[in-house]
């Protein structure tokens, strides 16, 4: 499953980042909506989710997350939804870990 969210704020270090594989961080901006995946081996075989993917959250609820490998680059977003068949777009998409 995917889980749509509204990015609400990040870090500066997001812009900084200039390693080759990481420049996507430079992408990230407050305000647009991103699609995360729930794949394995992130998903709990007990539970069948993703830790962090805000399963209880609705509404105004802020959540926190951070990116891998990186983690001065760090932020805030609210869960839009939950897609039960992911149609992620091609950018701004991410998955969980």
């Not at 490998?69 to 992620?88: A, D, V």
Request: charged share 20%; proline share 4%; aromatic share 10%.
């Amino acid at each position: 499953y995917c889980v749509e969210f509204r990015t609400e704020s990040l870090s500066h270090h997001c812009a900084l980042e200039t390693r080759p594989y990481a420049r996507w961080m430079q992408y990230l901006r407050e305000g647009h909506t991103v699609c995360v995946a729930c794949q394995p081996p992130a998903m709990s075989m007990d539970t069948q989710r993703c830790s962090g993917d805000g399963h209880n959250a609705h509404g105004d609820k802020i959540l926190h997350w951070e990116v891998i490998g990186n983690s001065q680059c760090q932020g805030t977003w609210k869960k839009i939804r939950q897609l039960e068949h992911c149609s992620c777009p091609l950018v701004h998409s991410f998955i969980f870990t």
